[in-house]
C-alpha cells in the first residue's frame, strides 16, 4: 500500500469532488503556513469538510475519506492573503495523520473513482436524467440561462455525477456518501436519489 503525505484543509460544508474548481481565500496564518507547505511540496491540497453546526474547540473532526486537488491557481495578496483554486483529482483515504499542528499533514492512500468513459446506455441514460432533474433545481434557483445551456456538457465530463453534485446544495451526511462512492453507477442512484427529494419539494 502506497501512502503520499497530503495537507487538510477543514472547512465547514466544503467538499472538493473529482472534476470540479473551487476558489478558496487563505488568510489565517496557520493556513498561509499550510499554503507554503503545498506550494514547497507539489501543489496538492485535501479539503476535509465538517458539519456546519458543528460545535466545539480545536480542531473540528474530519472524515476519513476526502476530496483532494492541485492547486492550478495562486494570487498573493500585498497583506500575506492568497487566492486559490484547486482542482479535483479525486479522493484518498486518511492512514494516519502526521501532524495537526499548525495544520493537519496526513498519511494518504488513493483511491480510484469510475469514470464515464465507455459506460453501459442504461447507465448514460441515468446520467441524462440526473442532467434534467439538475437543470430544473437550478432554475427554479433562479440561475441564468447560459449556465444551463452549459449544464449539457456534463455529459462527457469524465466525472459528471461529483459535478453535479458539487453544484447542488444537500445534507452533510449524504453528500459525504457520494463523495466516498467509487462505483459509478452507485453514485448516479445515490445522487438521483437525492435530486428527486428535491424537486418534489420545490
Known amino acids: 500500500m502506497s501512502t503520499f503525505p497530503l495537507p487538510l484543509f477543514p472547512l465547514p460544508d466544503v467538499f472538493l469532488f473529482p472534476g470540479m474548481f473551487l476558489p478558496l481565500h487563505i488568510f489565517e496564518p496557520r493556513y498561509r503556513m499550510m499554503l507554503d507547505f503545498c506550494m514547497e511540496n507539489g501543489g496538492e491540497l485535501g479539503m476535509a469538510p465538517y458539519p456546519k453546526n458543528w460545535i466545539g474547540s480545536g480542531?473540528?473532526?474530519?472524515?476519513?475519506?476526502?476530496?483532494?486537488?492541485?492547486?492550478?491557481?495562486?494570487?498573493?495578496?500585498?497583506?500575506?492573503?492568497?487566492n486559490i483554486i484547486l482542482e479535483g483529482i479525486g479522493t484518498a483515504e486518511i492512514i494516519s495523520l502526521d501532524s495537526t499542528d499548525p495544520f493537519y499533514i496526513a498519511q494518504m492512500v488513493?483511491?480510484?473513482?469510475?469514470?464515464?468513459?465507455?459506460?453501459?446506455?442504461?447507465?448514460?441514460?441515468?446520467?441524462?436524467?440526473?442532467?434534467?432533474?439538475?437543470?430544473?433545481?437550478?432554475?427554479?434557483?433562479?440561475?441564468?440561462?447560459?449556465?444551463?445551456?452549459?449544464?449539457?456538457?456534463?455529459?462527457?465530463?469524465?466525472?459528471?455525477?461529483?459535478?453535479?453534485?458539487?453544484?447542488?446544495?444537500?445534507?452533510?451526511?449524504?453528500?459525504?456518501?457520494?463523495?466516498?462512492?467509487?462505483?459509478?453507477?452507485?453514485?448516479?442512484?445515490?445522487?438521483?436519489?437525492?435530486?428527486?427529494?428535491?424537486?418534489l419539494s420545490e
Open 59 to 82: 480542531f473540528p473532526p474530519i472524515p476519513e475519506v476526502v476530496g483532494y486537488g492541485h492547486i492550478i491557481q495562486k494570487e498573493s495578496l500585498p497583506d500575506g492573503r492568497s
Open 110 to 199: 488513493r483511491r480510484e473513482h469510475e469514470r464515464n468513459k465507455n459506460v453501459s446506455d442504461g447507465l448514460k441514460e441515468k446520467i441524462e436524467e440526473l442532467l434534467v432533474l439538475t437543470k430544473r433545481i437550478l432554475l427554479a434557483e433562479g440561475a441564468e440561462e447560459d449556465l444551463i445551456l452549459k449544464m449539457n456538457q456534463i455529459l462527457v465530463h469524465p466525472y459528471p455525477v461529483d459535478f453535479i453534485a458539487s453544484l447542488i446544495y444537500f445534507d452533510f451526511k449524504t453528500k459525504q456518501t457520494i463523495l466516498e462512492t467509487t462505483h459509478l453507477e452507485t453514485k448516479a442512484d445515490l445522487l438521483k436519489t437525492v435530486l428527486l427529494g428535491l424537486n
